[in-house]
């Protein structure tokens, strides 16, 4: 593994180690794939304008992150499953094969709990308990899950979660496996349990329950991110799922300014999706973004390499954003700016001579 230069190496070993559903299951998307190829395609069309001669001995790629401070601002989204891909899996999504208890034994760092809303609230009640007991600093709601996309790779492969992995958290519930179907296991267990008739009252229910901030995770429109703010969440969160649930929605990166300008500076604004390089967190703060989560890269550094593959991904990442920094003219985050960058929406910035 010592001559992976950059994280897209990683999923060409991850696809020869992993059996094929399981691999399947982390790389496809929705239907016909167009967001899945659009949120990477979308970053190539934004540049850059650097500033030279500026003295760049010195960065500092730290940031704060709702009063938390993080060495840099690339986050592990929460991605499910973790164990398929390696027997030491961690990452804590509602569907994460280890336990909120087990994935906070691990040692110190900041932890948002991903939570989905179950028809039964006694359940959603239980779990965010856990959750704060086990020290988690926020919860990331994800909405846009009513029911699950059409991922075809998964009901052809008729995915359904090993024999030897439960979902942890809900062990104890009677809800930890998801068994074969004759579609995908996932999508039919998701129908029986999810609450398809989740709506704003129910976030504003949530803050009831706990003390924990609150991200909302699915949010690509300005009209949704004014309600977001109107319901008091503490943060947003700029996604597509991974392209995984509604095809031919915008990349997340063409979304991210929408949400950026109706959010007015009143709650952070974060963003996941198609984020394979330095260059693309780069890309992602000069847009607005406090930071950004990555999902994919993740997960097949841990099929390929375990704990020592995610490590490095996280490093690569680092360096090649401290280096986009550098070559931009930045020192510091609060410098990365919009003028930074230019987009395919942007007014030519040289008006043509008549």
């Known amino acids: 593994m010592e001559n992976v230069t950059n994280v897209m190496e990683y999923e060409a070993i991850a696809r020869e180690k992993l059996p094929k559903m399981v691999y399947d299951y982390y790389a496809s998307g929705a239907e016909d794939l167009w967001t899945l190829q659009e949120n990477r395609r979308a970053f190539s069309t934004i540049l850059f304008q650097p500033r030279i001669l500026v003295d760049v001995s010195k960065i500092d790629i730290s940031t704060t992150i709702l009063g938390h401070k993080i060495s840099m601002p690339i986050m592990v989204a929460p991605t499910a499953m973790h164990k398929m891909a390696h027997p030491e899996g961690l990452t804590l999504s509602l569907w994460g094969t280890c336990s909120v208890e087990e994935v906070a034994s691990t040692g110190p760092g900041i932890r948002f709990f991903q939570l989905q809303v179950f028809k039964d609230r006694n359940i959603v009640v239980q779990l965010v308990r856990r959750a704060e007991k086990a020290g988690f600093r926020a919860i990331a709601l994800t909405v846009d899950t009513p029911r699950l996309?059409?991922?075809?790779?998964?009901?052809?492969?008729?995915?359904?979660?090993?024999?030897?992995?439960?979902?942890?958290?809900?062990?104890?519930?009677?809800?930890?496996?998801?068994?074969?179907?004759?579609?995908?296991?996932?999508?039919?267990?998701?129908?029986?349990?999810?609450?398809?008739?989740?709506?704003?009252?129910?976030?504003?229910?949530?803050?009831?329950?706990?003390?924990?901030?609150?991200?909302?995770?699915?949010?690509?429109?300005?009209?949704?991110?004014?309600?977001?703010?109107?319901?008091?969440?503490?943060?947003?969160?700029?996604?597509?799922?991974?392209?995984?649930?509604?095809?031919?929605?915008?990349?997340?990166?063409?979304?991210?300014?929408?949400?950026?300008?109706?959010?007015?500076?009143?709650?952070?604004?974060?963003?996941?999706?198609?984020?394979?390089?330095?260059?693309?967190?780069?890309?992602?703060?000069?847009?607005?973004?406090?930071?950004?989560?990555?999902?994919?890269?993740?997960?097949?550094?841990?099929?390929?390499?375990?704990?020592?593959?995610?490590?490095?991904?996280?490093?690569?990442?680092?360096?090649?954003?401290?280096?986009?920094?550098?070559?931009?003219?930045?020192?510091?985050?609060?410098?990365?700016?919009?003028?930074?960058?230019?987009?395919?929406?942007?007014?030519?910035?040289?008006?043509?001579?008549?």
């Open 149 to 354: 996309g059409r991922r075809e790779a998964d009901i052809k492969n008729r995915f359904a979660l090993p024999p030897n992995l439960t979902l942890k958290s809900f062990e104890g519930l009677g809800l930890g496996t998801i068994g074969r179907t004759n579609g995908s296991g996932l999508a039919s267990y998701i129908a029986d349990q999810v609450d398809p008739s989740l709506n704003w009252k129910d976030v504003e229910w949530l803050q009831t329950i706990t003390k924990l901030p609150i991200l909302v995770k699915g949010v690509l429109t300005a009209e949704d991110t004014r309600l977001a703010v109107q319901a008091g969440v503490a943060g947003i969160i700029v996604s597509n799922h991974g392209a995984r649930q509604l095809d031919y929605v915008p990349a997340t990166i063409m979304a991210l300014e929408e949400v950026m300008k109706a959010a007015e500076g009143r709650v952070p604004v974060f963003l996941d999706g198609g984020i394979r390089r330095g260059t693309d967190v780069f890309k992602a703060l000069a847009l607005g973004a406090s930071g950004v989560f990555i999902g994919r890269p993740v997960v097949f550094a841990l099929a390929a390499d375990g704990e020592t593959g995610v490590r490095k991904v996280l490093q690569m990442l680092r360096d090649e954003f401290e280096l986009t920094m550098a070559l931009s003219g930045c020192r510091s985050i609060k410098e990365i700016t919009r003028a930074h960058i230019t987009t395919p929406w942007d007014s030519p910035r040289v008006a043509p001579r008549l």
